[in-house]
């Protein structure tokens, strides 16, 4: 059992790496508006950069990863701390209460936005016309949108009650065995490959060997699969975070560069994918290489965060506690904001730029005006303590 000062430590460090990943999803959501790739939302702008292409490839290959390693960790967490039934209602209320109270309103702001956003690209100007706007393969009518990671994981903690309730009347071999088999992959250097196969058993079945999440109210298994190996990776982690952390604390460097290798590796592959090559091993290549990226990153991040970000600091704490109200309403911001900047004389570089910028600021603003200090910041990010006379919350996710 660690000793509080480090149990909290740990907890700072892990709660704003979880903000970081969320405040990249500005970043992520700018760049889509200027892909040269295949186009995987129904709006672009014509103005289009490989730069775009590059920050979304690179950026999904860790980002929604190391936020559902830190979900299964505080999962774990409170576990711990307040027991099974009691961790299972803070999620339904950090979760799926959200989900419930913000995806109607979010839908139909966003179907708004994108419906003047293709009008302006297809005519000329703003307007609304339902049938303007491209349907893309497979993609549900009602989706989930970005709001995907609430809902998956609300279903992510209801099955964790319940292997909770089963365990114990499971034989004590099989109770320990995945556990087991996490912590024994996590030590060794070549784990991530280990971890990283059944990821691109299913990342190939996809069209370019990356999952792409379908937003379903159904979720495929793949993406349960999928999601819920880091999940659970993280839950298994918090059991021994005092030794692997210090592992990934202390590797950080290492497990950068050879992300960065095999993100490169996979980049390459993926190429190859987009000009039209095709086959078994490519496909399977391309998926363990951009996998393999996943998991390096992932525990460089950690280790990172652990080295930089492992304290309680003014501006970190206001964006980790703003960073839940923004990513729900960020996607207002870059498609809007797209949409204003569409047709302007201006490299799609700095569109981009723009475009994160407006967000962040209209964000932050709303955050502070609507959100901070009311019920609607209470419930995202629970309710304000005082640890050691200073303001604070339970970082628990």
Same mark, same amino acid.
């Given at each position: *059992?660690q000793?509080?000062?480090a149990?909290?430590?740990?907890e700072?460090?892990?709660?704003n $790496?979880r903000?970081l *990943?969320m405040w990249?999803?500005?970043?992520l959501?700018?760049?889509i508006?200027?892909?040269?790739g ?5 709006w672009?702008?014509?103005a289009?950069?490989?730069l775009?292409?590059?920050l ?5 290959s860790?980002r929604?990863?190391?936020f $559902? ?11 711990e701390?307040?027991g ?10 950090r ?5 419930v109270?913000f ?5 139909v702001?966003t179907?708004?936005l994108?419906?003047?956003y293709?009008?302006r690209?297809?005519l000329?100007h ?8 491209p349907?893309?393969p497979?993609?549900?009518r009602?989706?989930? *949108?970005h709001?995907w ?5 609300s279903?992510l903690?209801?099955?964790? /009650?319940?292997l909770?309730w ?12 995945t556990p ?10 070549w784990g991530?490959a280990v ?11 996809y069209?370019?060997?990356v999952?792409v999440?379908n937003?379903?109210?159904v979720?495929p298994?793949?993406e ?8 659970? /990776?993280?839950?298994c982690?918090?059991q ?5 952390l ?8 290492y497990?950068f560069?050879g ?12 190429d ?11 496909? $399977?290549?391309t ?6 990226t996943?998991?390096?990153w ?6 990172l965060a ?14 980790a ?6 990513y729900?309403?960020?996607?207002l911001?870059?498609?809007? /904001? ?7 004389? $201006?490299?799609?570089?700095?569109k981009?730029l723009?475009?994160?910028i407006a ?5 932050l603003?709303?955050?502070?005006l ?19 006379g ?8």
């Amino acid at each position: *059992m660690q000793a509080p000062s480090a149990i909290q430590h740990r907890e700072h460090a892990m709660d704003n $790496l979880r903000a970081l *990943m969320m405040w990249l999803g500005i970043v992520l959501h700018s760049a889509i508006n200027h892909m040269t790739g295949p186009q995987i939302v129904p709006w672009r702008d014509a103005a289009t950069t490989q730069l775009a292409d590059l920050l979304v490839v690179v950026i999904h290959s860790f980002r929604m990863p190391v936020f $559902l390693i830190i979900a299964g960790y505080f999962v774990a967490l409170l576990v711990e701390r307040r027991g099974a039934r009691q961790m299972l209602g803070h999620r339904l209320r950090r979760l799926a209460l959200p989900f419930v109270l913000f995806w109607p309103v979010i839908f139909v702001a966003t179907a708004l936005l994108v419906m003047l956003y293709v009008h302006r690209a297809e005519l000329g100007h703003f307007g609304l016309q339902p049938d303007l706007v491209p349907v893309l393969p497979d993609a549900p009518r009602i989706a989930t *949108m970005h709001m995907w990671f609430l809902y998956q994981l609300s279903g992510l903690a209801l099955l964790t /009650f319940a292997l909770l309730w089963l365990a114990p009347r499971l034989p004590a071999a099989l109770r320990t065995l995945t556990p087991g088999l996490f912590h024994w992959l996590a030590e060794r250097p070549w784990g991530f490959a280990v971890l990283a196969l059944p990821l691109a058993l299913i990342g190939m079945q996809y069209p370019h060997a990356v999952l792409v999440v379908n937003g379903s109210f159904v979720p495929p298994l793949a993406e349960w699969l999928y999601h819920g190996l880091f999940y659970a /990776f993280g839950y298994c982690l918090y059991q021994q975070r005092q030794r692997l952390l210090a592992g990934y604390k202390r590797l950080a460097g290492y497990y950068f560069w050879g992300g960065l290798l095999s993100c490169l590796l996979a980049l390459l592959l993926l190429d190859q994918l987009l000009r039209g090559a095709s086959g078994f091993a490519l496909q $399977l290549l391309t998926a363990f290489s951009y996998n393999a990226t996943t998991w390096l990153w992932s525990f460089a991040l950690i280790g990172l965060a652990l080295r930089y970000l492992n304290r309680q600091h003014a501006v970190l704490r206001y964006l980790a506690d703003s960073s839940y109200w923004v990513y729900l309403v960020h996607m207002l911001g870059t498609i809007g /904001f797209g949409a204003l900047l569409y047709g302007a004389p $201006l490299p799609a570089e700095l569109k981009i730029l723009l475009n994160i910028i407006a967000t962040t600021l209209v964000g932050l603003a709303s955050y502070q005006l609507l959100v901070r200090n009311t019920r609607i910041g209470q419930l995202l990010n629970g309710k304000r303590i005082a640890p050691a006379g200073k303001a604070g919350h339970l970082s628990a996710g």
